[in-house]
């Protein structure tokens, strides 16, 4: 299912300019049809996965598959893009409530941690060759079919993915599942906190941070945050019990994965403006500029057993979660001075984030009881889509404070050029500092389990 949640993303990119010429859609429109889902999908995660660990993370995922299966035979009788966004949303659903159980039951299935390194490397392998091949993919299909092609390959991969399950995964068994009752008034809360933690950095990025508007969500976002601690810290039976999650491992776990979501989205956000409209680099070259943080991306993985066999699980969390911070720090500093700087951070961030990835996601279901290993999975998710949206919006905002004039325009002034270099350095160090802030916290956290 991570291969439908990276594949789905990446192949549809393609395609935006079709769709909004064949279904007359603003960029509005168009920016919900992946926004929709994006939020639709973080904001229910842990309400799916709280409920996935009560009446059963199979259940759950293969309701989700069924559902996959449906919204995406729908994408052929959509003729609006007010329809599609409802279709776009469903699949967000249907990925709340498969993707978090991919990774519950691929831990539940062993016992040994080295074996689930290995499964969880599996897993984000599988998904990291779809985010590269999507685009590519995508681009071929268009030239040769419609664009509801790209959405109607989930219907196969959903009816396999549900075979799959159904036959080679047994059901859950009785003591893995808690029964307390579900707190509905914290999963309102938690959803409106996510909803509105994703929304936000959309705000920031498209209409500035002179427009009241991001401040009020911002605002929201942070009410709706207290409200559900409170919540949570009260109720008899909370959706989320905050002492699981202040457990040394769970939450230093979080904070890698946070700081990964963080750099990849922020990094890739600046260079990708850097290359094209400082560099004047075609779209396909920036492509081509790229192609260090994939080849990392997919090829690492083979990296991670054999480093986690040697260092152990902490220390490989330490030092990869150091290699996204030194990468952060190199584009930050030197990027500007030349592409092979670019490409260093590129390969840092990415080697970091391949590992990170993998090793927190573990140490964050070490940490958890059996009964809330969904949730603890949903919570790994939760906290690369939201900073996902921070890194971006962080990087979109700093630019847009320090870059005079319209962005998108070309023949730049020396003096808009000067703007932009300086802009693109203190977003990175921006970045920099965040995901260092966040990666000593996690190392703190981490080394009470030893002490």
């Not at 075609?282 to 500029?289: E, N, V």
Request: glycine share 12%; proline share 4%; hydrophobic share 55%.
């Amino acid at each position: 299912m991570f291969l439908f949640e990276m594949l789905d993303n990446s192949i549809l990119s393609v395609a935006l300019p079709t769709i909004g010429r064949e279904l007359s859609a603003s960029t509005t429109g168009l920016q919900w049809v992946t926004g929709g889902y994006a939020v639709v999908f973080g904001g229910l995660m842990l309400a799916f996965g709280a409920l996935a660990d009560r009446v059963g993370r199979r259940k759950i995922m293969l309701a989700g598959l069924v559902l996959l299966g449906v919204a995406s035979l729908a994408t052929a009788f959509v003729t609006t893009a007010e329809q599609l966004i409802a279709v776009r949303a469903a699949m967000g659903v249907a990925a709340a409530m498969t993707t978090p159980g991919s990774l519950a039951l691929a831990f539940r299935l062993f016992d040994d941690d080295g074996l689930r390194v290995r499964a969880t490397t599996l897993i984000s392998t599988v998904g990291l060759v779809g985010l590269a091949i999507g685009p590519t993919a995508g681009g071929f299909a268009l030239a040769f079919a419609p664009w509801q092609v790209l959405l109607l390959v989930n219907v196969p991969v959903a009816a396999l993915a549900f075979l799959g399950i159904r036959r080679g995964i047994p059901a859950d068994k009785a003591d893995e599942r808690h029964r307390d009752p579900i707190d509905v008034t914290g999963a309102l809360l938690g959803t409106a906190t996510i909803v509105l933690a994703l929304v936000t950095p959309t705000l920031f990025v498209d209409m500035g941070a002179a427009s009241p508007l991001p401040w009020l969500t911002a605002a929201a976002t942070l009410v709706m945050a207290v409200l559900f601690v409170l919540r949570e810290r009260s109720a008899r039976h909370p959706l989320l019990d905050l002492k699981l999650v202040a457990q040394p491992l769970v939450s230093s776990g979080l904070a890698f994965k946070a700081a990964a979501g963080l750099a990849v989205a922020g990094l890739g956000y600046l260079v990708t403006l850097q290359l094209q409209l400082d560099w004047g680099w075609t779209p396909a070259q920036a492509a081509m500029g790229m192609l260090p943080q994939v080849a990392v991306l997919i090829a690492g993985g083979a990296l991670i057993g054999p480093l986690v066999k040697r260092v152990g699980l902490d220390k490989a969390a330490w030092l990869s979660a150091g290699a996204v911070v030194c990468g952060l720090a190199v584009y930050g500093l030197l990027g500007r001075f030349g592409y092979e700087w670019v490409a260093l951070a590129l390969i840092l961030v990415a080697a970091g984030m391949r590992v990170v990835g993998v090793v927190a996601g573990t140490n964050v279901m070490r940490g958890l009881p059996a009964d809330r290993t969904t949730i603890g999975a949903a919570l790994v998710d939760t906290a690369g889509e939201v900073t996902t949206g921070i890194g971006i919006a962080v990087s979109g905002t700093i630019i847009a404070a320090l870059f005079t004039g319209d962005i998108a325009t070309s023949g730049w002034s020396a003096h808009q050029t000067t703007e932009f270099r300086g802009a693109l350095t203190w977003a990175g160090l921006a970045l920099t500092g965040l995901a260092a802030a966040l990666v000593g916290w996690g190392i703190g956290r981490a080394r009470r389990v030893s002490s």
